[in-house]
C-alpha cells in the first residue's frame, strides 16, 4: 500500500574512494501525491554498518555528499529528522547537514555539539552544547521544525524539546541553494568536518507535531520515519 502511494526516484549515485564513504550512495526523494510532502532520504547501498545501513563520513574535507535541489517545497515549512552518532572528537564544530544558496548564508545549518542550529539566518538556538549530552559513539535523534507562518522554530534531541525561537517576519527559505553532507558546502576548514554517521536523514513540508517527534525518537532505530509522509490511520498528518 506504501509503495502504491509514493513516487521514488534516485538522483545521483557516487563512489567516494578508499578514504569517505567506502559505499555507493544514492540520494532518493519520495514525494508524498497526496500530501504534497517530500522527504528526502541519505541510503547506503553498501556500507562496514550491516546492522542500520548508515552513512560513514571520513574526517577530511574530501569526505563530503553535496548535490543540488529544489526547495521550494520548504519554502514556507520545514521538519529535519536524523538520527546522529559522532565519532570523530577532533573537530570543534562538525557539521552534519548544510544549505547554503549563497556563501555563506546559513539558511540551514547543523552541527552534532549544538554550536550551529541555524534556520533561515537566525542564531537563536545556537550555542547549546551543554543540551548535548549523548556519549560520543552513540546514536541520538535529532529533529529542528519551521515554520513561516508561526515564525517558530523547535529543536528536538531523542524526543524533548530542547529550545525554542522567534524568526524574523516574513522571512522564508532562500531558494538556489547547495545541500551538503559532512562539512560546510563552501568552507574546507577542518574545524567542520563531521567526520561520523548520519541514519534516516528525512526532510519533510510539514512542521510534525511534539507527538510525532516523541513517536520518532521512542522508536529507535527500527522506526521507518518514512511513516510520516504515508497517509491512513497508521501514521496521519502530524502537522
Not at 534516485?10 to 501525491?33: F, K, L, P
Not at 572528537?89 to 549563497?102: G, N, R
Not at 513540508?205 to 497517509?231: P, Y
Amino acid at each position: 500500500w506504501y509503495q502504491r502511494r509514493v513516487r521514488e526516484a534516485v538522483v545521483s549515485t557516487q563512489s567516494t574512494g578508499s578514504s569517505g564513504i567506502n559505499a555507493e550512495y544514492g540520494i532518493v526523494i519520495r514525494r508524498n501525491v497526496p500530501l504534497a510532502s517530500i522527504v528526502v532520504l541519505l541510503r547506503t547501498v553498501a556500507s562496514t554498518d550491516n546492522q542500520y545501513n548508515a552513512l560513514h563520513f571520513g574526517a577530511t574535507s574530501n569526505d563530503y555528499i553535496m548535490f543540488n535541489y529544489d526547495m521550494t517545497p520548504f519554502r514556507d515549512s520545514f521538519s529535519l529528522c536524523m538520527w546522529i552518532k559522532r565519532v570523530d572528537t577532533s573537530t570543534s564544530y562538525p557539521v552534519v547537514f548544510d544549505y547554503e544558496p549563497s556563501t555563506p548564508n546559513n539558511e540551514i545549518l547543523i552541527d552534532a555539539v549544538g554550536y550551529h542550529n541555524m534556520v533561515v539566518g537566525d542564531t537563536g538556538l545556537s550555542s547549546l552544547q551543554s543540551k548535548y549530552t549523548t556519549p560520543v559513539g552513540k546514536w541520538f535523534n535529532y529533529c529542528i521544525t519551521w515554520s513561516l507562518a508561526t515564525r517558530t522554530t523547535k529543536l528536538y534531541l531523542d524526543g524533548d524539546l530542547i529550545g525554542t525561537d522567534q524568526n524574523t517576519a516574513g522571512r522564508t527559505l532562500k531558494m538556489g541553494g547547495t545541500l551538503g553532507f559532512n562539512r560546510l558546502t563552501y568552507n574546507t576548514h577542518s574545524d567542520f568536518i563531521f567526520g561520523g554517521q548520519i541514519y534516516q536523514f528525512n526532510l519533510y513540508s510539514d512542521v510534525l507535531s511534539s507527538t510525532a517527534v516523541e513517536k520518532i525518537a521512542d522508536g529507535g532505530l527500527c522506526f521507518d520515519l518514512g511513516e510520516f509522509s504515508a497517509t491512513g490511520s497508521s501514521a496521519g498528518r502530524y502537522s
